[in-house]
């Protein structure tokens, strides 16, 4: 690990002890946890996402350019919707 490695924990507030999940995507620190243990995160216009049980590396969902959107800088999930902040260039 390093300075430029993030990484994406879990930590057991019984035993004091945290795991990694998932490595960060590079560039990213945003990312959402929705409902079924899915995490949600962005690089430039992609969407990705990462099930713990299922996957062993981040997953591109959607290009979300068809939609006008550039660069994706922050991610929120609410009552099954996912709300994006686009910055502009």
């Known amino acids: 690990m390093s300075d430029k490695d993030w990484y994406i924990k879990s930590y057991n507030t019984t035993t004091h ?35 713990p049980e299922a996957d062993t590396e981040w997953k591109a969902v959607v290009d979300m350019s068809d939609y006008g959107i550039e660069k994706i800088t922050r991610i929120a999930a609410q009552k099954n919707r996912l709300l994006i902040v686009d910055q502009k260039s």
């Open 17 to 51: 002890k945290s795991r990694v999940i998932v490595k960060t995507l590079p560039g990213a620190e945003d990312f959402e946890l929705l409902n079924d243990g899915t995490l949600i995160m962005a690089s430039g216009n992609i969407l990705y996402k990462y099930t």
